[in-house]
């Protein structure tokens, strides 16, 4: 369930802004899919420039692209706290609002006031690494998202990946059918079976039309007993940048 769209430099742009970000001698939460991956690209050239960071991977994936690019690593347990974390994201709940500037930190009282469920809202776990992921970004003293404008939405609509202890899949699909969900256990692509995590774990992507309030489903999905995380990640970016062909624009909440 990997997601597709969006331009490379639209990918590169918003990505290398982000890595911009990072300062010297922080902790840095590294993302995993192909936008993260420009910014882990970027972090590494800036390491090999001098720059003095850590860095915790959120997937095998992101570990070994941060091993080859040359940015040492660490992990939660062994550190005071992360100071920023970069991810993509595979919907972005867009709020076409006046925060919304081509590369700028302007926001506005009605920014401020804007709830959790219209601003910052995501869908993530295409690449089945989205509860590592919500650790480090929920760890973070600053959590920005990178995207290319394919993944902007007026209202998350994409299946919700949920990650689920092995024998619990059948108890957590009856469940969230309860909840108007379609269930359906993720495949894995190059081997027969399903999908399974970093955490050895399975993953029901789980489709239920037009989300009309992420913030309310998103508490009801994660007190599924048999449920390790969902991909809904709600009031947890502080930024989104959005690469585009010519630039990037900042989306802050």
Same mark, same amino acid.
């Given at each position: ?7 490379? %430099? ?29 910014? /882990?690209? !970027?972090?590494?050239? !800036?390491?090999? $420039? ?8 959120? &997937? ?10 040359? /940015?040492?690593? %660490?992990?939660?347990?062994?550190? *005071?706290?992360? *100071?920023?974390?970069? $991810? ?5 709940? *867009?709020?076409? &609002? ?20 219209? !601003? ?27 995207? *290319? ?11 919700? =990946? ?7 899949? %059948? ?38 039309? =037009?989300?009309?309030? =992420? ?8 007190? /599924? =007993? ?28």
């Amino acid at each position: 369930m990997k997601t597709e769209g969006g331009s490379e %430099t639209a990918k590169r742009n918003a990505g290398e802004r982000a890595a911009e970000e990072v300062t010297d001698g922080s902790v840095v939460g590294l993302g995993t899919g192909s936008t993260a991956a420009y910014a /882990i690209e !970027a972090i590494g050239q !800036a390491v090999h $420039d001098g720059l003095d960071v850590q860095g915790i991977p959120t &997937s095998f994936q992101s570990r070994q692209l941060a091993l080859e690019v040359g /940015i040492p690593l %660490t992990s939660l347990d062994a550190v *005071d706290g992360v *100071d920023l974390a970069i $991810d993509g994201a595979d919907q972005v709940r *867009d709020d076409p &609002s006046p925060n919304a500037d081509a590369d700028s930190n302007a926001t506005t009282d009605a920014d401020a006031n804007a709830t959790a469920d219209t !601003a910052s809202a995501l869908i993530k776990g295409g690449g089945g690494a989205h509860a590592r992921e919500k650790l480090v970004a929920a760890a973070a003293d600053r959590f920005v998202v990178v995207a *290319d404008p394919s993944k902007l939405v007026p209202e998350l609509d994409r299946s919700v =990946p949920v990650e689920i202890l092995p024998a619990a899949h %059948t108890t957590v699909a009856e469940r969230v059918r309860e909840l108007g969900g379609e269930p359906t256990l993720r495949d894995a692509e190059h081997k027969d079976g399903p999908v399974v995590t970093d955490n050895g774990n399975l993953i029901l992507d789980v489709a239920f039309g =037009p989300i009309d309030s =992420p913030a309310e489903l998103a508490p009801t999905l994660a007190a /599924i =007993p048999g449920v390790v995380e969902h991909g809904l990640f709600i009031g947890l970016a502080d930024a989104t940048y959005v690469g585009t062909a010519d630039g990037v624009e900042k989306r802050t909440y």
